[in-house]
């Protein structure tokens, strides 16, 4: 079996050198761990995990809290994209991952009870019910965590710009004339919050007056849920010249719902989604919406982790926000010629 050693004598360096570049540690020229790591693949070298948990009192394991209560799976492209990236990060840095749940084996214990079994090092808590009793107990453990998209007290969270997100959606549809606009949001949430926020406020700044009607909720991800409101502001007596959908995924519904009212998109009525999923971009009109990071979501998540493992005492709880970007497809009609 290779060792450190058989690399340390191929490349004429140390084994304390050797251990530092397959480590990730500071402390050698970039130039040297490259031509170190060029050697340990070369001859084979594969790290021995028992014997670097009892040097480094860690076992490289991260968990993950992933409760999809939609049951959606990895079909749900936002969460599936961000969790690849944190995947990509965590394992260049030398770290697997295990998913952390309450029920294995249909035996009842709690999230932190099985992160304990595991011995992971650390736990992201990707989605979750946060009010969870037993998500938070995990959350405000002892065990290094980070939240995406929600907030705890001393934790260090990675979210989205949900609220500047949503604003600068309501703002690009006001530049194109819409004045009535409706909001079909998701399920109570930190998430969904943010995005009500942004939308209200951008609307008071605008000067736009929002009707208690033209505001309906459903489940995300979730298209019968997002016909059956559609279909309830369709059939309004004003209805709005432009809706936005909770996410692109459920726009499917409210699409199906404004065909069978005999309306087009946009030359009818204008929409907008959320999220930026491969279905926006290949849907007939394309669909206008706000594309989330998710791979600078997904690494900084990764990173932080392991900064809260690999450097205890100088690792910060941090809120970092990640930017989108508008994705402007063909669902939005021009108004400002006109007033709607």
């Known amino acids: 079996m290779v060792s450190m050693k058989d690399i340390a004598a191929k490349c004429n360096v140390s084994v304390a050198t050797v251990s530092k570049a397959l480590n990730g540690q500071h402390g050698i020229g970039e130039a040297t761990r490259q031509q170190i790591l060029a050697a340990a693949k070369e001859l084979g070298y594969t790290a021995n995990s028992a014997a670097r948990a009892l040097k480094t009192n860690r076992t490289y394991n991260l968990g993950i809290v992933f409760v999809d209560l939609q049951n959606s799976g990895f079909m749900h492209e936002y969460f599936a994209s961000m969790l690849n990236y944190f995947r990509i990060e965590s394992e260049s840095r030398g770290y697997d991952l295990c998913f952390i749940n309450s029920n294995v084996g249909f035996r009842g214990h709690s999230y932190l009870q099985h992160a304990l079994y595991r011995g992971v090092d650390g736990v992201a808590i990707i989605c979750a019910d946060f009010q969870d009793p037993l998500v938070q107990e995990l959350a405000l453990s002892n065990v290094p965590v980070v939240t995406l998209d929600h907030i705890f007290h001393n934790r260090t969270a990675v979210l989205s710009d949900n609220a500047d997100g949503m604003m600068n959606l309501v703002r690009h549809v006001y530049a194109k004339g819409h004045r009535r606009i409706a909001y079909i949001h998701g399920n109570k949430t930190a998430v969904t919050e943010n995005r009500l926020t942004g939308f209200y406020r951008a609307c008071e700044q605008l000067g736009i007056q929002v009707p208690d009607a033209y505001i309906a909720a459903c489940e995300y991800h ?32 409210g699409a199906a719902a404004i065909a069978e009212a005999g309306l087009r998109v946009p030359e009818d009525i204008s ?7 491969h279905l926006a971009k290949v849907v007939s009109p394309r669909l206008t919406t706000w594309e989330q990071n998710t791979e600078e979501l997904g690494r900084i998540a990764a990173d932080k982790l392991i900064e809260r493992i690999e450097h205890p005492r100088t690792a910060l709880p941090e809120h970092i926000v990640v930017h989108g970007r508008l994705l402007e497809g063909e669902t939005v009609k021009d108004l400002s010629g006109r007033t709607p």
């Open 222 to 253: 979730e298209p019968q849920g997002c016909y059956e409101a559609t279909k309830k502001i369709l059939a309004l007596e004003e209805r709005p010249t432009c809706i936005f959908f909770s996410d692109d995924y459920s726009y499917v519904g």
């Open 271 to 277: 929409v907008v989604g959320y999220d930026g999923i």
